[in-house]
C-alpha cells in the first residue's frame, strides 16, 4: 500500500510539535530497542563513528536518527589510551549496513564516560526514511523524509485502541512494565499513534518485529501489530 493509499503525509515538514527540524541529519546505527515518537530514553552510544555523529549534532540542533541494523555489526577493538586505559570497543558501519526508516531524537543530555563512550538522554520526535547521504565520514549524515500519520479518529481505530488498552490490562498482573502511572499514561495519551507508540516501546520490539513496527506509518497497521505482540504475550504468561 503506498503512502496515498493509506492516507499518510511523507513531508519534509513534520507535525505541528516538531516544527522547525532540520531536514538534513547525523545519522547513528542503533542496536538497543527502539525509541519512538514522543517518548524519552537513555542510550548508551559507543565511541567512533557514532559518537562523533552526536558531537556534530550538539553543535547544531541536537537531532540525530536512529537506525537500527539490517544485521549485527561488527565491532572493531577498543583504542589504547595509554596508562593502561582503553576506549570501549566501536561499531563499524555504513549506510548499507542499516535500514532506510528510523526515528529521530533530539538529544536532551550527554554524559562522557571515561571508555570514550556516552550516555544519552534523548526524546523521541519523526519516523524518517533516508533521502540522500551526504556524508560517510568520519560520521553518517543524510537528507531525510519525515513521515506524519493521520491523528483523526474513526470507529475502527478507537475500538482497535480500546482492544489494545483491554489486553494491557490483563497483561499488566504479568508484565511488571505495564504499571499503573502506564495504564493512566495510556489512557491520555494525545492521539492513538501516542497510545501505540507508547504500548510498543514497553514490549521492547527488537529485530525485524521492531522494525516491521517502525516503517508501520499508518496508526491503524501499529494496532494490528501491537495485537499479535499482545496475544502472544498473553499466550507466554498463561503457559507459564
Do not use: C, W
Amino acid at each position: 500500500m503506498s503512502s496515498e493509499e493509506a492516507g499518510i503525509a511523507l513531508t519534509p515538514n513534520v507535525s505541528e510539535e516538531n516544527k522547525n527540524m532540520p531536514s538534513a541529519i547525523p545519522v547513528i546505527a542503533l542496536e538497543s530497542a527502539p525509541v519512538l515518537p514522543g517518548l524519552m530514553a537513555s542510550l548508551h552510544i559507543p565511541p567512533g563513528k557514532s559518537a562523533l555523529a552526536v558531537d556534530n549534532a550538539m553543535g547544531k540542533h541536537r537531532v540525530v536518527g536512529l537506525l537500527l541494523p539490517k544485521q549485527e555489526l561488527k565491532l572493531l577493538p577498543p583504542a589504547n589510551k595509554g596508562e593502561g586505559q582503553s576506549s570501549a570497543p566501536r561499531l563499524q558501519y555504513q549506510m548499507q549496513d542499516l535500514h532506510a526508516r528510523g526515528v529521530s531524537v533530539r538529544i536532551l543530555k550527554k554524559i562522557l564516560m571515561p571508555d570514550d563512550s556516552m550516555n544519552l538522554l534523548v526524546h523521541g520526535l519523526e519516523r524518517f526514511e533516508v533521502a540522500d547521504q551526504l556524508t560517510k565520514d568520519p560520521f553518517l549524515s543524510a537528507t531525510v523524509k519525515y513521515f506524519v500519520a493521520s491523528t483523526e479518529k474513526n470507529q475502527e481505530i478507537e475500538a482497535l485502541a480500546r482492544n489494545v488498552i483491554q489486553q494491557v490490562r490483563t497483561l499488566s498482573s504479568s508484565n511488571p512494565y505495564f504499571t499503573e502511572e502506564m495504564k493512566i499514561a495510556m489512557i491520555n495519551a494525545p492521539h492513538p499513534g501516542s497510545l501505540a507508540d507508547m504500548v510498543a516501546f514497553v514490549l521492547n520490539l527488537s529485530g525485524r518485529e521492531a522494525q516491521s513496527y517502525i516503517e508501520a506509518i499508518d496508526v491503524r497497521e501499529r494496532f494490528l501489530k501491537l495485537l499479535v505482540h499482545l496475544r502472544r504475550e498473553k499466550d507466554m504468561a498463561e503457559v507459564q
